[in-house]
């Protein structure tokens, strides 16, 4: 056989060397006494969040659809398109095929956002001009 045809043979370990490390690790943690009582509750009261009311301006577009490219995507919408970064996307876009819901984009900071469809059509008038 041609030493160019041969290909190097992967190193087989006779044993993991980390086997074990990780029990070993785990058994060095203090645990905490169940019958303590400085333990806390892990099941908390529910927290209750307060309700707000949006009176910001925003300027948005449902998204038709979503086109990926080399550095972000571009958005289509009726009327127009836009590139947005691909940490927008990776961040931010929520969208299914189903929904691919609203970009938004807050007055006065230029704050992006992604919005579902149904919340956002159930929390902003359209603005005539």
Known sequence: MDTQDEKPKP???EANPLEGAVDE???AVPQPDPDSPSVPDPTPEPF???RYKSHLVVHAAKILAVVGLEHGARLTFVG???LVS???VSRLFLGTDEDL???VLYEPDGYECWS?????EAGYDLIED
């Open 48 to 50: 209750q969040l307060r």
């Open 25 to 27: 690790a785990r058994a």
């Open 80 to 82: 127009g398109a836009m």
């Open 86 to 88: 691909d940490e927008w």
């Open 116 to 120: 579902p469809s149904a919340a956002f």
């Open 101 to 103: 819901g609203y970009y």
């Open 11 to 13: 190193t087989v370990l």
